[in-house]
């Protein structure tokens, strides 16, 4: 048990060197983690309304710290190129959330053209039935790169990376809570050490 949790921190450590060191980032991630917080609790008694929350909020809040804040160029902090950060990268890197968020984007338009989604749901209402797709599409994500994970690494390092996901939200808001404040002084990037 404690090699799997020596898994889990190791996957938190690299996520954070690696991709969270911009402040900003950092701040929408509390804000993505606060909502996936809110969309968990939702699950058990609005599942739609835990998709929506869980990707409107989270996912776009998450993503946008990402692609638009973190950056992309050569990291000296860990001495490593952007190419080389993506390779390695266990979860969803940036070109398999691309094809993630075109999925999610995809799916409000094939509803709406195809009501019973190819006769496979009972039609609820638009907006009920894309939160419970998008809430079915968070789940084949993170059982999909599971699964993908215990073929590449084996099943511990798949079942710490689901662990992991699971437990973002918790982890981002005990680390990240105070990157607000440290944005408001005017620190841009986290002054993060290398920790090979």
Request: proline share 5%; with cysteine.
């Amino acid at each position: 048990m404690d090699e799997f949790v020596k898994k889990i921190r190791v996957l938190q450590h690299d996520d954070h060197r690696y991709y969270h060191q911009c402040r900003i980032n950092q701040t929408l991630h509390l804000v993505s983690a606060v909502s996936f917080l809110v969309a968990y609790a939702l699950v058990f008694v609005d599942p739609a309304m835990a998709g929506i929350v869980g990707w409107l909020v989270g996912m776009v809040t998450r993503q946008s710290g990402h692609i638009f804040f973190e950056p992309r160029g050569y990291d000296h902090i860990n001495n490593a190129t952007d190419e080389h950060k993506e390779a390695i990268k266990v979860g969803y890197n940036m070109r398999r959330k691309a094809v993630l968020i075109t999925i999610w984007l995809s799916l409000p338009i094939m509803l709406y053209i195809t009501p019973t989604f190819f006769g496979l749901i009972q039609p609820a209402g638009w907006l009920h039935d894309v939160g419970l797709l998008w809430l079915s599409l968070g789940a084949a994500g993170l059982a999909f790169r599971t699964l993908h994970l215990f073929f590449l690494r084996g099943p511990a390092w798949g079942l710490a990376w689901a662990c992991k996901i699971l437990l973002d939200p918790f982890h981002n808001v005990a680390i990240y809570w105070k990157s607000p404040i440290a944005l408001i002084g005017g620190q841009r990037y986290d002054p993060i050490k290398s920790h090979d």
